[in-house]
């Protein structure tokens, strides 16, 4: 029998080459999805940041973000299975089973490989490639998941038109943080409208911002606007701000209402306490005097505000000459307030008060002021100032107040400690207040006692020594 060069040799295989090691055309894969993806990725995360306008727009990037992600985990998947597993997955589910009676090495090799789990091991790969993936895209993005989640999504609301969602949205950027926040809120203050005057509140509740520069142009333009409701929330946000030129339209706004014999809105009044200026005094008295009970009380907390300011601490006397004729809610704020101011002199008010007071008086429970500062029609809100804390007896408040002032003067001291020496034994008293002026007697005797202080011969002997 004669061969021809051509004719390959008898019971010879051929292999024939039909590229590189599948492991490796699935590197190549799985490096170029993961590319794609993070391109992706950085585009929906810039993209959603800056301009989240519409529903679709916000589904249609969202949608690419997670298939691209899908794509560049599924991919990690196989490549994984081929190298760890010799393509169990693959074999068995994507290029079919192998034949049950194999006739070669590679048909061998196949029928081992599909009887592995893959079934059970695939899914798991695809979920830990998953969850590499998004680390790896959220580092891309600088955390886009969590940005959408708590800001990106109420952002778009925001800009959607949808009056109620808007609404909505603006309360939930209120309590958070992201530089986009600020501009979003600036762009809705100026467009008006219902949900304006809640974006001047929203603005108004981040004073914990450094630079507070941003925020106070669009809501001195609010407040004035011709918008009532966007005008009076950009005045509160301002006096939340301590806006001390905002002073001026405060007790104007607050002015007006009284004049109105209409009920004065107590967040005006918080403004004038935050703002802290001494201008406010004929405000603040009027309100002493001729507020609704609610605007009385919060009145005497604001005078006390101005403690610290050049001036501040000469208005103790609208507390101390309203003092006489307050009910017991009155005198309990009045109290709290002349303990923040705690000039010496209010000690004879403080003990006027008390022994004026009757007993179901001396034993009426301070309350404080939870004040919601959210706009008026707001259902339910966590935007609350808690004023005149802590709730105590109207007699232990009013000892309490002393125990800030402390009597060290003599004309004070001759009416104070003789007055607490009769608390002490007094048996009509409770017994946390007998124990209070005790505490509070001793104290001022053992630090400003001038009878234990040494004779000057005695010092002058102690240095000699």
């Known amino acids: 029998m004669s061969l021809r060069v051509s004719d390959p040799p008898p019971n010879l295989h051929v292999h ?53 992600m899908a794509l560049a985990a599924i991919f990690d998947a ?4 081929e190298v760890i597993f010799q393509g169990a997955f693959r074999r068995t589910h994507l290029t079919g089973r192998t034949p049950v009676s194999p006739r070669s090495d590679d048909e061998v090799e196949g029928v081992a490989v599909s009887m592995q789990r893959s079934t059970i091991t695939f899914p798991i790969l695809v979920l830990a490639s998953g969850l590499a993936t998004s680390i790896i895209f959220d580092l891309t993005t600088n955390n886009f998941t969590d940005y959408y989640r708590d800001v990106g999504r109420y952002l778009g609301d925001l800009r959607r038109g949808d009056e109620p969602r808007q609404i909505a949205a603006i309360e939930a950027l209120a309590i958070r943080r992201a530089p986009e926040i600020v501009p979003a809120l600036r762009s809705r203050v100026a467009q008006g409208g219902r949900p304006a005057a809640w974006a001047a509140w929203a603005l108004g509740r981040h004073t914990d911002e450094m630079n507070k520069r941003p925020l106070i142009p669009p809501l001195v333009a609010g407040a004035r606007s011709d918008d009532p409701g966007l005008r009076r929330e950009s005045v509160v946000a301002l006096g939340r701000l301590q806006q001390r030129s905002m ?18 809105d107590p967040r005006l009044i918080y403004g004038l ?110 935007d609350v100032a808690e004023l005149l804390v802590p709730e105590d007896a109207l007699a232990l ?63 002058l002997g102690r240095e000699r020594g």
């Open 16 to 68: 024939v080459t039909r590229g590189g090691p599948t492991w490796a055309k699935l590197f190549s894969l799985a490096v170029i999805f993961n590319a794609v993806g993070v391109v992706t990725a950085t585009y929906v995360g810039v993209r959603v940041r800056a301009i989240p306008a519409t529903d679709g727009l916000d589904q249609g990037l969202r949608a690419a973000y997670y298939v691209a």
């Open 78 to 81: 196989l490549l994984l299975d």
């Open 247 to 264: 002073a001026t339209a405060i007790q104007a706004e607050i002015t007006a209402e009284l004049d109105a014999s209409v009920p004065v």
């Open 273 to 382: 306490g935050v703002v802290q200026v001494t201008s406010s005094k004929a405000v603040l008295e009027r309100l002493l005097h001729a507020g609704d009970p609610l605007a009385q009380r919060l009145a005497a907390w604001a005078v006390a505000q101005h403690r610290d300011q050049r001036g501040g601490r000469d208005m103790v006397h609208l507390l101390e000459d309203r003092l006489p004729t307050a009910d017991v809610q009155l005198r309990c704020a009045i109290v709290h307030g002349l303990a923040i101011m705690a000039h010496e002199r209010s000690n004879l008010a403080l003990v006027r008060t008390y022994d004026d007071a009757t007993s179901e008086e001396l034993a009426f429970v301070c309350p404080r002021i939870r004040l919601p500062l959210a706009p008026p029609d707001a259902i339910d809100s966590t």
């Open 397 to 459: 408040q009013i000892i309490g107040a002393m125990g800030q002032m402390r009597a060290t003067t003599p004309e004070i001291r001759a009416t104070v400690e003789p007055w607490l020496e009769a608390r002490i034994t007094d048996p009509t008293a409770t017994v946390f207040v007998q124990e209070a002026a005790r505490a509070l007697l001793g104290g001022i005797r053992e630090v400003r006692d001038d009878r234990k202080k040494p004779s000057v011969e005695e010092a």
